[in-house]
C-alpha cells in the first residue's frame, strides 16, 4: 500500500538524507551551466549562483520550520480532540456522544485550537511538539496556513511544476540512450539499428517502456524503498562529476588548456545564466518526503547547509574548470568529451559512460518528484474523516502521477519549449514565493497559539519579517530576468 510516505519504523540516518537531497538537487541542469557560465562572465556567474545558494538554503529552513510548526499544530489538535471525546462519553448518551464524535470528526484542524486553547489540555511546556515526527505534504502545509485562494494557487503551480518535471524526465533518458547507442544518426523514422531495421522513434520508445518498468514502479511504493537506487545512482553521478573535472583539470596543468574566459561580460548575457540556474538548487517541493524519515533529526538546519555547501563547490569547480579548459562549450557539458572534435578523452567507455549521466540523474529524480507529486494528490482528493479505499490510495494515485506525463512523453519529444515556460513561473513560486508565505503564516499561527511557552526547535535562523520580504524581491527579481531569457531567446535565438 502507498500509504504515508514514512513507515512505521522505518527511516535512514542524516548522511543518507544528504543523498537524497543532493540527488533531487543536482539534474541535468547542471550540464548546461558551464556555457552559461562563460557567456555571462566567470566573476558574474559566481556572484549570482552563490546567491542562488544562500536564497535557496534561506527557503528551505523555512519549508522545515513550518513542517515543525505544522507538527505541533496537529499533535496538540489530537490531544484536543481526544479529550473532548472522553468528556463527551462521562456526561451525554450514547446518542448525543455519537452526535458529538461526528461533529468532532468534521472540525477543521485549526478551528478550534487557534486562540482557543481547551481547559485542562496543557499547552506544551517543551519543544516536543515541535518534532518532526509527521509527514506534512506543501499541500497540507497550505491548507493549514492559506486560505481558499492561497491552496487552489498552490496546487496549480505544484501540479504544473511537477507534471512538466515528469514530462521531461520521461523525454530525456529514453531519448538520450537513443542518441548514445544508435549506429546511424537521424531522428523520427530514420533508421537506428540497420541490422534490425528499428528507426529512431521505435528505439526511443522502447526505452521509454523499459524505463517505465524498471523506475515506474518506485512511483507506488515510499521514500524508504528507494534507498539503494539512490545510493547507487548517487555514486555514478559523483564519479561522473569528479571525472570531468578532473579531466579538464589535468588538460588545464598540462597547458593544453584553450579556454579564455572573462570575468565580466555584456549584461544581456546574465539574463540568459539566470535562465539556466534559477532552479540549480531546487528541493522545496520534495523536502517534506525527504526530511520526515531522517533520524535523528536534531541538526537539520547543518545538515541542509552541507548539501548546499557541497552543491555549489561542485557547480563552480564543474564550471571554472569547464571555462578555463574549452574554447567552445557545447550546450550540453558531457558533448565536449563524447566524440567531439576538442574531446579530452579517446577512450570509448569513458565517453559512454560520462554521455551516460542525464539517465543517471533523472532516474533517481523521477521516484522522488513522482512519490511527491503521489502524496500531494492524495491530500488534495481525500479527506482526513474519510479515508480513501485501498485500491484507490494504493494504485489509483500513483497511476494519476505516471500515466500523464508518461503519456506525453510517447506522442512527443517535443517537450522542453512548453516546460520551460511552465516550469519557469511555477518553479519561482515553488522554490521562494511559496516557502516565504508559508513560514510568515506558520510564526503567526504557532504564536497565536501557543505563545511563547514553546520554542520551534526546528526554527529557521532567518527569523526576521525583513527576510520574507527579501525573498519576495528576489522572486520578483527572478521573474524579470527569466522573462527576460525567454523574450531574448524568441528574438534572437542564435544568441543562446
Known amino acids: 500500500m502507498a500509504g504515508p510516505i514514512v513507515d512505521s519504523g522505518e527511516g535512514y540516518s542524516p548522511s543518507v538524507g544528504l543523498i537524497y537531497i543532493f540527488n533531487l538537487i543536482v539534474g541535468t541542469g547542471a550540464l548546461t551551466m558551464p556555457q552559461a557560465f ?9 556572484i549570482i549562483i552563490s546567491l542562488l545558494a544562500f536564497v535557496g538554503f534561506v527557503n528551505a529552513t523555512f519549508v522545515i520550520e513550518a513542517m515543525a510548526g505544522a507538527n505541533a499544530l496537529i499533535k496538540h489538535k489530537r490531544k484536543v480532540r481526544k479529550k473532548e471525546m472522553e468528556e463527551a462519553e462521562s456526561v451525554a448518551s450514547e446518542s448525543s456522544q455519537e452526535n458529538i464524535v461526528e461533529a468532532n470528526e468534521n472540525t477543521s484542524l485549526l478551528q478550534n485550537s487557534i486562540n482557543t486553547p481547551v481547559a485542562g489540555v496543557p499547552l506544551p511546556k517543551t519543544s516536543e ?9 506543501m499541500g497540507k502545509l497550505a491548507s493549514l496556513f492559506f486560505n481558499k485562494f492561497g491552496v487552489n494557487f498552490f496546487y496549480i503551480v505544484l501540479a504544473i511544476y511537477l507534471y512538466g518535471d515528469l514530462a521531461i524526465y520521461a523525454v530525456v533518458i529514453p ?7 544508435c549506429t546511424s544518426k537521424g531522428e523520427g523514422h530514420d533508421i537506428c539499428w540497420k541490422s534490425l531495421h528499428i528507426s529512431h522513434i521505435d528505439a526511443y520508445r522502447i526505452y521509454l517502456t523499459v524505463f517505465v518498468i524498471l523506475v515506474g514502479p518506485f512511483v507506488f511504493v515510499n521514500m524508504q524503498k528507494t534507498k539503494y537506487l539512490q545510493i547507487g545512482t548517487s555514486v555514478l553521478r559523483w564519479v561522473s562529476f569528479v571525472m570531468m573535472i578532473l579531466l579538464a583539470i589535468i588538460v588545464i596543468f598540462k597547458g593544453e588548456g584553450e579556454g579564455n574566459p572573462r ?33 535523528p533529526k536534531a541538526h537539520l538546519t547543518r545538515l541542509v547547509l552541507t548539501d548546499y555547501a557541497i552543491i555549489l563547490a561542485f557547480y563552480c569547480a564543474l564550471c571554472l574548470t569547464a571555462v578555463f579548459c574549452f574554447k567552445d562549450l557545447q550546450s550540453v557539458y558531457t558533448l565536449n568529451f563524447f566524440k567531439s572534435e576538442n574531446s579530452v578523452i579517446d577512450h570509448a567507455p569513458i565517453q559512454y559512460f560520462l554521455a551516460l549521466f542525464p539517465v543517471f540523474t533523472l532516474s533517481t529524480s523521477f521516484p522522488i518528484i513522482g512519490i511527491t507529486l503521489r502524496n500531494n494528490l492524495r491530500t488534495l482528493l481525500s479527506r482526513e474523516s474519510r479515508p480513501c479505499p485501498s485500491a484507490l490510495d494504493r494504485f489509483g494515485f500513483p497511476a494519476l502521477t505516471l500515466i500523464p506525463p508518461v503519456t506525453v512523453a510517447y506522442l512527443t519529444q517535443d517537450v522542453e519549449g512548453l516546460v520551460g515556460y511552465t ?21 503567526k499561527e504557532t504564536k497565536s497559539y501557543f505563545g511563547r511557552r514553546s520554542a520551534n526547535v526546528h526554527a529557521s535562523p532567518f527569523k526576521s519579517t525583513i527576510w520574507v520580504i527579501l525573498v519576495q524581491l528576489w522572486a520578483f527579481l527572478c521573474l524579470v530576468l527569466v522573462t527576460s531569457d525567454h523574450i531574448i531567446e524568441y528574438i534572437h535565438p542564435s544568441d543562446n
Open 263 to 295: 570575468p565580466f561580460t555584456k549584461f544581456k548575457y546574465v539574463p540568459g545564466f539566470f535562465g539556466v540556474c534559477v532552479y540549480s538548487f531546487m528541493c522545496h517541493h520534495s523536502l517534506p518526503s525527504l526530511v520526515t524519515p531522517i533520524n
Open 175 to 181: 531519448k538520450s540512450l537513443t542518441n548514445i547507442t
Open 423 to 443: 516550469g519557469s513561473y511555477a518553479g519561482v513560486c515553488i522554490q521562494y514565493v511559496i516557502p516565504a508565505f508559508l513560514v510568515y503564516y506558520c510564526r
Open 129 to 137: 511538539y515541535f518534532e518532526i515526527t509527521e509527514t506534512v505534504e
Open 38 to 46: 562563460d557567456n555571462a562572465g566567470w566573476g558574474t556567474s559566481l
